[in-house]
């Protein structure tokens, strides 16, 4: 029978979710609730995609509609996600969801649709454009036993450093709350010069994923917060998403600590994987993650335009941004937590 095409309506989020977990390429990004969370925290249009053949759901697409007059119109799978894409059992209902994907992209007025893929689908096709060499991911199975074997997985000279955060008296707290964390990841993006996402955002991702968002906060000999970390958790991985930290974060290796205790919590938790998450190559980040003794794999992003559009490049590494970024880096933190959200929310 012919593949059909619908929304996802809330009867089918439970088939949904689990179309993705037994799906070889599905994540965290994947998962229903992102419609939920995208529209509560950012206030975008998300039109989810269900792709059913003879009854059975055969296919989903996490999509969302952003229009911005600063940034132009974009369909893209996943926002504020890592990866993202269609997932689909045959061929036949790929090629249903990227048209229906590409209908309403183009009947929203985006002339460019974007799959957050690790591997695209659509190398020869026309229409199409991958976009390789600009950022990777870093996934490794972390070590079964105990702390011990835990930081023996970790390179000699990261090693060290985890060691020394061992020594400094700090601690770890998973009671922290959205607020508290908040304080520390708008004042590190502030550090970067990149507007802050809304702080809607992450409570949406605690109220809809609940247990499977893990928020801590790192805590001086004082108990004052010196770092935070939101993490998801899904399947068999821990996925740290959305870090931040005050200026005494780095004297106290306090962020070294904060990923040595995700490692502990996510083995106890009977995880048995750990992705490091998405940077730019070349960066600090990447080279992070690197002396951690993570391997890069490349993300190859893919895009479908329309004739005339190209890819846009809102990274931070883009030049054309360099002076807005040394500027809005000047500007008071309060201001910028103000006047950032209603920005960012479309830079996801």
């Not at 689990?18 to 998962?31: E, I, N, S, Y």
């Amino acid at each position: 029978m012919t593949v059909r095409v619908r929304h996802l309506d809330a009867a089918s989020c439970a088939a949904w979710d689990a179309f993705v977990a037994q799906h070889p390429d599905g994540t965290f990004c994947h998962r229903a609730g992102w419609k939920k969370v995208i529209e509560a925290g950012a206030g975008h249009e998300s039109p989810f995609l269900v792709a059913e053949q003879d009854g059975s759901l055969v296919g989903v697409l996490p999509l969302t509609l952003r229009r911005s007059l600063l940034f132009g119109k974009q369909a893209s799978s996943t926002m504020f996600g890592v990866y993202g894409g269609p997932l689909a059992g045959s061929d036949e209902a790929y090629d249903a969801l990227d048209e229906a994907a590409w209908n309403l992209a183009r009947d929203a007025g985006c002339d460019t649709l974007e799959y957050r893929t690790i591997r695209p689908r659509h190398q020869a096709t026309e229409g199409w454009q991958t976009v390789p060499g600009k950022a990777a991911t870093f996934i490794r199975d972390l070590a079964s036993g105990d702390e011990q074997d835990i930081l023996l997985q970790i390179p000699r000279k990261q090693r060290a450093v985890v060691r020394k955060s061992l020594k400094q008296n700090i601690v770890n707290d998973w009671n922290a709350g959205i607020d508290e964390f908040y304080q520390f990841y708008a004042y590190s993006v502030h550090g970067l010069g990149t507007p802050v996402f809304p702080k809607r955002l992450f409570t949406a991702f605690k109220a809809v994923f609940e247990d499977d968002v893990l928020v801590q906060v790192i805590r001086d000999a004082g108990g004052k917060g010196v770092a935070s970390l939101m993490s998801f958790r899904t399947r068999d991985t821990v996925l740290p998403f959305y870090a931040g930290g005050s200026a005494q974060a780095r004297k106290l290796a306090a962020h070294d600590f904060m990923y040595f205790e995700l490692m502990k919590r996510a083995q106890a938790d009977g995880l048995s994987k750990f992705d490091f998450g998405r940077s730019k190559i070349g960066t600090g980040p990447f080279n992070f993650k690197k002396n951690w003794g993570f391997e890069p794999t490349p993300l190859e992003y893919e895009y479908r335009l329309a004739p005339g559009a190209n890819v846009s490049d809102m990274s931070p590494q883009n030049r054309k941004f360099s002076l807005v970024i040394e500027a809005w880096k000047r500007l008071p933190l309060g201001v910028a937590n103000l006047i950032g959200p209603p920005i960012a929310k479309h830079l996801g």
